[in-house]
């Protein structure tokens, strides 16, 4: 644990580097080590706090939303055509080829009714309205076993499940509090390259009310199959570092796409999906990553949107050797990856220079 705590010290100071002045990446460095290193030292056995993995007792919450759990939460329906209900196909073609961030389109739902939709960048306004998104969707709950527990086993339960959120909470504050500064700082700077654009959608009403009802997010990162995009904002430089392992730069990866349980089916996600890939497109990019659940269940959905997207499976050979012992089996051909015990599949998709629908 000693040797995590430096190791983790150093990290902040990698991540932290950008900040705008020494005395607050150190208070930053300070506030995070005090705060996190205890707890991940405490309920992680493999001591890096952006790879904690959901225990089977579900209570511990999802931090691995930052490596794109968001596909669990995604299931979709096919666009609807231009008459008729759902999301007009224009809308679609727009983002993909078009981008032009916020957008309003209407939705027409099966009653007949239009309701106005919105995309946008996250905004430091509405970060704690993301935050309450997540902690929604990925919040611990105390486990079933808790039905035939005892009082004093039941008021521990949920005293931990508070315990967990409140850092979840913290983590997730944070993470998108970074995003949102980077993407700022990359507006205003133009020497400082695009990166992290966490993008939402919501559903405007008649008194202007925005409710925010999903998130996706396409940032820079090195095309890596076994890691997925961290909860913190790494810095640039050390992307490239990274990157040039794989003999590539970095490029466009997709994480984090959700949309709530109310919402779902109605083709927002492939709505979130074309503004990512539109945004990708925009930087100069032509591809674009992700990875998805490899599980056909609990990753099904998602992995049947992808699929109809256009994304492939990217395939190592030589990654498949670690498989050798299960046989021939469908998985290696699908771009199966074990990312921090976690069996899931790396996709790849070309964009081309104007979607065609």
Not at 183 to 205: A, F, M, T, Y
């Amino acid at each position: 644990y000693i040797i995590y705590l430096l190791l983790f010290i150093s990290l902040q100071i990698l991540l932290h580097t950008t900040a705008h002045t020494t005395a607050a990446a150190m208070r930053v460095i300070i506030l995070q080590t005090l705060v996190l290193a205890p707890y991940c030292c405490i309920t992680s056995s493999f001591a890096i706090p952006i790879a904690f993995s959901q225990r089977s007792n579900g209570r511990i919450p999802a931090l691995n939303l930052f490596f794109d759990n968001g596909d669990k939460t995604v299931a979709d329906s096919p666009t609807k055509s231009r008459s008729g209900f759902g999301v007009d196909r224009r809308t679609i073609e727009n983002l993909q080829n078009n981008p032009t961030i916020p957008i309003q389109f209407e939705y027409s739902d099966p009653s007949g009714s239009q309701k106005i939709i919105q995309i946008k960048q996250l905004e430091k306004d509405t970060v704690t309205d993301a935050v309450s998104l997540c902690l929604k969707e990925y919040g611990s709950y105390p486990s079933s076993i808790t039905a035939n527990a005892t009082p004093f086993e039941k008021m521990v339960e949920e005293r931990m499940s508070d315990f967990d959120n409140f850092f979840f909470t913290f983590i997730v504050l944070l993470g998108l509090g970074q995003r949102v500064e980077r993407r700022e700082k990359s507006d205003k700077d133009p020497s400082c390259p695009q990166d992290h654009n966490v993008l939402c959608i919501s559903e405007i009403d008649s008194n202007q009310k925005e409710t925010m009802f999903g998130m996706a997010e396409v940032s820079m990162q090195p095309p890596d199959p076994s890691r997925t995009s961290p909860p913190f904002v790494m810095p640039s430089y050390l992307k490239k570092v990274l990157a040039s392992f794989y003999g590539s730069d970095s490029l466009p990866y997709i994480s984090n796409v959700l949309i709530t349980n109310e919402y779902r089916g109605k083709g927002f996600s492939k709505v979130l999906m074309a503004a990512c890939e539109g945004l990708a497109k925009s930087w100069g990019y032509y591809e674009a990553y992700l990875h998805v659940d490899a599980d056909s269940s609990s990753g099904g959905p998602a992995q049947n949107l992808y699929n109809s997207l256009g994304y492939e499976p990217v395939i190592d050979e030589t990654y498949n050797e670690n498989f050798t012992w299960m046989g021939s089996t469908p998985a290696m051909n699908r771009g199966l990856y074990i990312v921090d015990g976690v069996a899931l599949l790396f996709l790849k998709k070309k964009l081309l220079s104007k979607e065609i629908q």
